[in-house]
């Protein structure tokens, strides 16, 4: 989950789609659109038509996903889209429902509560502000689920986002319990955060529940989707994902433009619960 701060800036393309020339029949695989996640579309559009010296032009409102976009005409059909979350309507929920209503896609993805912590500062000013104290993923002695976390990008009354990973429980949208005992932030800074971080304070100022997204075996899930031809399935699934946005992004534009990809992505197909990749 991020903050404001953390709007994603990362293009990611989302799908593929197929049209037909229906006199000719001819079919042409195309890129759609090209989406740029924002959480606040206007601050998302300014920094499209900042970076490209462009205006972008009024899209829409999407009531079943409550969201609402702008767009960029590219030529050929293809779009370079901003969307965000449309506060001013009602919210479906987390996301559409897992795995798409697929059953083969169902099979392969799980959700996992994951509690995030924004722990008070005590340091003397500047010490976690973004100049000074880095985004960071820490392994620490003894084993364990590392901790990971964000500096204060919210400003000091905003507290350093502070956060670690568990697998073993697992959830629904529907059924996730979203409020956060003070008991559980308490355990986390005392085992892992007061250890490390001697300028934070164990006051909490903020804990949110998310959801992860993973797999059985932590891999991606990559491959074309079995009921709706030219679409294509990508859940790099939560955090990890991100780290490999860069070179899953070019996979999958090949995937869209040329068929295949020129990286090997046999290990991310379909795959039994528990089992291989089918090649």
């Known amino acids: 989950m991020s903050t404001t701060a953390e709007m994603t800036q990362t293009a990611q393309m989302t799908q593929t789609a197929e049209t037909t020339e229906r006199t000719r029949g001819v079919s042409e695989n195309r890129i759609d ?10 601050r998302g559009r300014k920094w499209v038509e900042e970076m490209l010296g462009v205006p972008m032009q009024p899209g829409g409102e999407h009531q079943m ?81 590392p901790i990971y976390g964000f500096p204060a990008i919210d400003g000091r009354a905003g507290g350093v986002k502070v956060a670690t990973e568990q697998h073993l429980t697992e959830t629904t949208p529907e059924a996730c319990e979203r409020t956060v005992d003070p008991a559980e932030s308490r355990a986390l800074f005392e085992a892992k955060v007061a250890p490390c971080f001697p300028g934070l304070a164990p006051d909490c100022v903020k804990a949110v529940t998310c959801l992860y997204t993973t797999t059985a075996d932590s891999r991606f899930v990559i491959e074309t989707h079995p009921d709706v031809p030219g679409a294509i399935v990508a859940s790099p699934c939560s955090g990890h994902g991100f780290k490999h946005s860069a070179a899953l992004g070019e996979a999958l534009a090949q995937l869209a433009t040329e068929g295949a990809s020129r990286l090997d992505l046999s290990g991310f197909g379909w795959r039994p619960p528990g089992g291989e990749a089918r090649a």
């Open 33 to 42: 659109h090209l989406v740029i996640a924002a959480e606040d579309l206007v």
């Open 65 to 145: 996903w409550g969201t609402h976009n702008v767009l960029l005409g590219l030529g050929g059909g293809t779009y370079l889209e901003v969307l965000a979350i449309n506060s001013a309507v009602p919210q479906p929920g987390p996301f559409y429902p897992l795995g798409l209503g697929v059953p083969e896609v169902q099979r392969q993805l799980r959700l996992s509560p994951q509690v995030l912590h924004w722990f008070a500062i005590r340091a003397a000013p500047g010490e976690f502000e973004p100049a000074r104290f880095p985004v960071f993923i820490w392994e620490l002695p003894g084993g364990g689920e």
